[in-house]
């Protein structure tokens, strides 16, 4: 199936609009990392899979007077307890009980018993405790240390796989495309607060493979097009790329973002994060492969040609097997 035949889009033609959308976001992002690492001591909200600390979600059976649960919780002697209305209205009268990190890791359990002794105490059978996340301080730096490291394992990974496939300035291009998608996605979530958790690091790690797939697609429809025709320069060869490979990345990011975009808004408070790094992920992702990677290739060339040297890209070699 195609949509789009004969297209003749000048993309590069474009590419200072396009450099200047990426700075935006990615400045808009690094700023609102850097307030948040001076309030919190960390660029983005961080889970409980990754801070430590308790963290209990309760459903009562009227709607929730938040004050109320707090002075409860004052009651009881817990202080410092954060407690949040989930704005999800699939999340009917609910709220989140968090306590702050305890480096007593002897002490993980007794919070949960003492918020579930205040509530009864405040609501009387009128309550159910729907999920409990315990994490000790220990795991939680051990689970941020694994998280960045996975994440930069697999740009590591695929440089290495585009260096062996095509050539070294197609494995930087894509890696640097990715970390623009990655600083983007983790950006949007310092920018409307919310926390980062493990479902959230499998959703960026699934964009990485995601986004570098769709610029795989293009670095080989370029390559393709690089060995039929040498005479074409190489600006106009990448637009004739990106044309032809238009109505596939059209078909599979379109559909694939529908079904990530329901996810977001049907899925619940616990698929939140998951599915929003996916929404954002999936549309930075395509641009990223049209309008940051395959420019690169470009100025590798217009580089090269202006330090005096042969002016021709790599993947007019014979590909490797």
């Known amino acids: ?24 976001f990615s400045i808009a992002g690094i700023v609102s990392m850097g307030m ?57 009268n609910e709220v989140l009980i968090s306590l702050p990190r305890n480096n007593d890791e002897s002490q993980l359990d007794s919070g949960r018993q003492r918020i579930d002794d205040a509530l009864k105490t405040a609501y009387p059978s009128s309550f159910t405790i729907r999920n409990v996340s315990v994490v000790g301080p220990t795991v939680g730096r051990q689970l941020q240390v694994k998280a960045l490291l996975a994440t930069l394992y ?39 607060n919310q926390e980062i958790s493990l479902t959230v690091i ?8 995601y986004s570098m797939n769709d610029t795989i697609v293009v670095f080989d429809r370029i390559r393709e097009n690089l060995r039929m025709n040498r005479r074409e320069t190489l600006a106009d060869l990448v637009n004739r790329s990106i044309n032809q490979t238009l109505s596939r990345t059209v078909l599979t990011s379109g559909l694939t ?8 808004i049907y899925g619940g408070e616990v698929l939140h994060g998951f599915s929003f ?21 470009v ?8 330090g005096g040297k042969k002016a021709d890209l790599p993947a007019m070699k014979k590909a490797k097997a």
Do not use: C
């Open 1 to 24: 199936m195609e949509l789009f035949r004969n297209v003749n889009v000048d993309w590069l033609g474009k590419k200072w609009y396009f450099l200047g959308f990426s700075l935006i």
């Open 202 to 209: 499998a959703a960026i790690l699934t964009l990485v493979g």
């Open 277 to 297: 790094a996916l929404v954002i992920g999936i549309l930075i992702g395509t641009y990223s492969s049209i309008a940051v990677a395959a420019p690169m290739l």
């Open 154 to 192: 697999s740009l590591l990974g695929m440089l290495v796989y585009l260096w062996f496939r095509f050539e070294l300035i197609y494995g930087v291009a894509a890696v640097v495309a990715v970390f623009h998608d990655t600083l983007i996605t983790i950006g949007a979530f310092a920018l409307t």
């Open 36 to 92: 948040h690492y001076q309030k919190i001591g960390s660029p983005v909200p961080l889970g409980v899979d990754f801070r430590g600390g308790t963290d209990i979600q309760v459903q009562f059976n009227a709607p929730p007077n938040v004050e109320q649960i707090r002075h409860a919780m004052d009651a009881a002697g817990i202080k410092n307890a954060s407690i949040v209305n989930y704005n999800d209205p699939s999340a009917k």
């Open 257 to 264: 973002f529908l079904t990530v975009l329901s996810l977001f």
């Open 299 to 306: 100025a590798y060339q217009e580089w090269r040609g202006k």
